[in-house]
């Protein structure tokens, strides 16, 4: 990772996971619905361009993202950096569940219930945040506790703690 | 020789975990991302192949595993006692 302060770091990371970027009890009929809504935060808030909407979708065909994590589904859509133009995160705790098809299979699904959509630009330099964001799905409960924020400041201020955690 | 669809993401954050995990099991071994489109003209170059995409059909010559428990956690322990036996192999 480039060598940063910890101010800039710590503002790297509020910008990383903006509540502008987070919708809690997003109301969705399909998986495709679900990614098109949180795009449509990423790009109003100018962290994509407007191709990543489609690109996402299309790369999620072909390269599922759902993670069968433990208690609660999850899904990691992205997808290549010539779409994003600066790093964020965008969450989605759903109101029902959506289907997506596990990472890695065309035949199993998992039933997201929390969406983290990604706009990566120089993965080397985010790629810490998402290995936090990756031991979280590894924590029993967190999960649990993310999908029952009661508000978007909750959701984030629950990841921004979480992702902020020093190195072991 | 870590791979999935654009080498961004998943493919990247399975590679931090891999490297972690080889350093705890004190196992040297140089860990590198590819995107998908470049892995046929990159695998003969791996001694493992850690794979995060569906179907493919295609045989590499080099033995592979499943790169996903490395982002759910579960099944972790028996990827790295396999990719620990291949190195040591």
């Known amino acids: 990772m480039t060598d940063l302060s910890e101010t800039e770091h710590k503002a790297k990371l509020d910008e990383f996971i903006s509540q502008d970027l987070i919708r809690v009890g ?24 407007e191709s990543y909407a489609q690109a996402a979708l299309d790369r999620e065909k072909e390269f599922p993202t759902g993670l069968p994590t433990m208690d609660v589904q999850v899904a990691i859509p992205h ?13 989605g705790v759903l109101a029902q569940p959506v289907e997506f098809t596990e990472m890695a299979t065309l035949d199993r699904f998992v ?39 009661p508000d978007a400041r909750a959701c984030r201020q629950l990841l921004l703690e979480k992702l902020r955690k020093e190195e072991p | 020789m870590v791979a999935c669809g654009s080498g961004v993401a998943s493919s990247e954050t399975a590679a931090y975990k891999l490297r972690n995990l080889l350093q705890d099991r004190k196992l040297q071994a140089e860990v590198r991302v590819v ?16 794979h995060i995409a569906p179907n493919d059909p295609t045989d590499y010559g080099v033995p592979t595993v499943n790169g996903v428990p490395f982002l759910t956690g579960m099944g972790l322990d028996p990827v790295m006692d396999e990719i620990e036996a291949l190195l040591k192999s």
């Open chain 1, 26 to 49: 997003l109301k969705a009929a399909s998986r495709d619905e679900a990614v098109c809504e949180l795009a449509a935060l990423l790009q109003k808030h100018g962290y994509v361009k």
């Open chain 2, 35 to 50: 995107n998908f489109r470049s892995l046929k003209n990159l695998a003969s170059q791996a001694d493992i192949l850690v």
């Open chain 1, 79 to 91: 997808t290549d950096v010539e779409h994003c133009l600066k790093p964020g995160m965008a969450v």
């Open chain 1, 111 to 149: 039933q997201a219930e929390i969406i983290f959509l990604l706009s990566i630009t120089v993965p080397e330099d985010q790629v810490k945040w998402l290995a936090r964001l990756v031991d979280l799905f590894q924590t029993p409960g967190v999960l649990l506790q993310l999908k029952d924020s």
